[in-house]
């Protein structure tokens, strides 16, 4: 199943999650860049530097191989090693850019996390 951004935008929502779960991974990457495209070239008078370098840099690492299903890659066995080392320890440390001068906090599984 193909669809182009156009069509896929007009869709309703219940319509675009049903969509979208049909859609090959190289239809899925071509909609998620013309939106990146077009907000860029909407918005780009209103953006900073920072925020245009950002959506572009994000525009060049748009892939189809990202959007294959999960399920997919759970089977990869490429994928196994990578998947037994995340689950072998107790602390999970997730770098997120938060606008805060203050870093957050290590979080332990079984506990929330709270920031500073």
Request: proline share 5%; charged share 30%; glycine share 2%.
């Given at each position: 199943?193909?669809?182009?951004?156009?069509?896929?935008?007009?869709?309703?929502?219940?319509?675009?999650?049903?969509?979208?779960?049909?859609?090959?991974?190289?239809?899925?990457?071509?909609?998620?860049?013309?939106?990146?495209?077009?907000?860029?070239?909407?918005?780009?008078?209103?953006?900073?530097?920072?925020?245009?370098?950002?959506?572009?840099?994000?525009?060049?690492?748009?892939?189809?191989?990202?959007?294959?299903?999960?399920?997919?890659?759970?089977?990869?066995?490429?994928?196994?090693?990578?998947?037994?080392?995340?689950?072998?320890?107790?602390?999970?440390l997730i770098a997120l850019a938060v606008p805060s001068s203050n870093p957050a906090k290590t979080c332990v599984r079984g506990?929330?996390?709270?920031?500073?």
């Amino acid at each position: 199943m193909y669809v182009d951004y156009d069509t896929f935008a007009g869709m309703s929502p219940l319509r675009k999650n049903d969509v979208l779960h049909k859609l090959t991974p190289e239809n899925r990457a071509e909609l998620v860049k013309t939106h990146l495209q077009r907000y860029l070239e909407e918005n780009r008078a209103r953006l900073n530097d920072e925020q245009i370098r950002f959506i572009e840099e994000n525009l060049n690492w748009i892939r189809p191989e990202h959007y294959i299903r999960r399920l997919a890659r759970l089977f990869d066995h490429r994928a196994a090693p990578k998947r037994r080392a995340a689950s072998t320890g107790s602390t999970v440390l997730i770098a997120l850019a938060v606008p805060s001068s203050n870093p957050a906090k290590t979080c332990v599984r079984g506990k929330s996390c709270t920031y500073q």
